[in-house]
Each structure stands twice: as structure tokens, then as C-alpha cells.
């Protein structure tokens, strides 16, 4: 798993309009080629009377699947400029579709160029980037007089408290960058003079929204 790539915070569409032809962007999150292909349909089909649904989209760690159609445009004027707005972007699982309604005024082989990397741009502005970075789920144990202490030391140092779970001791389930677990152990272990143990989970991604 890598330990963070950047993709599309939310799902989501945006339109603008360039000499009378309307340009819908559409944009979706997915894992797979499947997810894809079955999103590049719903939009064909709620969009059947466009003049083009043009496509691009990559996936996997190291983007081993990338595609580009451009559903009846010119060659090389519609899904190669999507994807490299993608690529510019440095974006992994993302399926972009941008329907097209034919206007009246004819854009030329440039003026198409600029119009689908636009409509990709701006809607991927409107839908927001996030970077989800690798975090280890690791449950820490300590008991009741000391757990006050342990969770104003953790919020204050900025760490991830996901529940905190009572019985007859307490366990704060957190989430800890990979690249900080070491840290975060030994900060906690000196807060309590030791009076802690943990239990390693499994590993998730968390996003955190970029700002351009």
C-alpha cells in the first residue's frame, strides 16, 4: 500500500458553457476498472441525447489502468487532455466524463483541447483534492486515574482519538500516522511513566483536504 497519493475529495459534476456548446463535468472516486466502466454508463445513459460523453480515467498504486476515449471527437481533442489534467494533478482512482452539447459553433482541434481540460479542471476544484495518507489503527490501554491526563496529552499534541472505550480500564482507539507510531509510543509512554500498553490494528487511509 502506498503510503499517500491524492485523489477527489467527494464525487460531484460541474458545467460551464464555452461558445454555446454545454460542457458537464462528472467525477467519481473508484478502485477498480469495473467501478469505472459502470459509472461511464449511468452517465451515457442519463445523458443518451448528448453529442459526446468523452472519458478518462487512472487506477491502481503506480496507475497501471489508464483510459482515454473520445466518444466521437476529433482524435487526441477530448480523453488525452482529461487525463493529462489528471496526470498534471497527480490524481490516483479517478473516472472523469465530460458530456457534451453541441452548441451550434464549431471549437477547432485547440479550441477542444482547452475546453475538456478545462471542464476537468474546474470540476475538480469544485469537487476538492485530498491527500490520504496510510494511518495505523493502535489502541491504547491505561487505567482510569491516569486516562484524563492521556487524553488532554493526546488532543493537545494533535493526535487522532477514533473512540475511547470503557470497562475497567480505558482504551483510546487512535489513529497515527505511520511515519509518527514510533513517536506517538514513546510520547505516551513518558506522559504515563510507562503506566500504558498498546495493541496494534490495521492500516487505513485518512484523507486531509488540500488547499490550493
Known amino acids: 500500500m502506498l503510503n499517500h497519493y491524492y485523489t477527489i475529495e467527494k464525487d460531484g459534476q460541474f458545467e460551464l458553457e464555452i461558445k454555446k456548446s454545454r460542457f458537464i463535468c462528472h467525477l467519481k472516486r473508484v478502485t477498480s476498472e469495473i467501478e469505472a466502466q459502470n459509472f461511464i454508463q449511468s452517465i451515457k445513459k442519463e445523458h443518451h441525447k448528448a453529442n459526446h460523453n468523452c472519458v478518462a480515467y487512472l487506477i491502481g498504486e503506480h496507475d497501471e489502468i489508464q483510459r482515454a476515449y473520445d466518444d466521437g471527437e476529433p482524435s487526441g481533442t477530448a480523453g488525452v487532455p482529461m487525463l493529462e489534467v489528471l496526470k498534471k494533478r497527480q490524481l490516483k482512482n479517478v473516472v472523469v466524463v465530460v458530456t457534451r452539447y453541441f452548441g451550434g459553433i464549431k471549437l477547432g482541434a485547440g ?102
Request: charged content about 20%.
Open 111 to 212: 479550441g477542444l483541447i482547452r475546453a475538456y481540460g478545462k471542464a476537468v479542471s474546474q470540476g475538480l476544484n469544485n469537487s476538492g483534492i485530498v491527500e490520504r495518507r496510510l494511518h495505523t489503527q493502535i489502541v491504547v490501554v491505561t487505567a482510569y486515574p491516569v486516562s484524563g491526563k492521556l487524553e488532554n496529552a493526546l488532543r493537545e499534541a494533535g493526535y487522532m482519538i477514533k473512540d475511547i472505550l470503557y470497562s475497567d480500564v480505558v482504551a483510546f482507539v487512535c489513529l497515527v500516522d505511520q511515519e509518527q507510531l514510533n513517536q506517538f509510543q514513546t510520547e505516551i509512554i513518558e506522559w504515563l511513566n510507562g503506566q500504558v500498553s498498546f495493541k496494534i490494528g490495521k492500516d487505513v487511509y485518512c484523507d486531509k483536504k488540500i488547499t490550493s
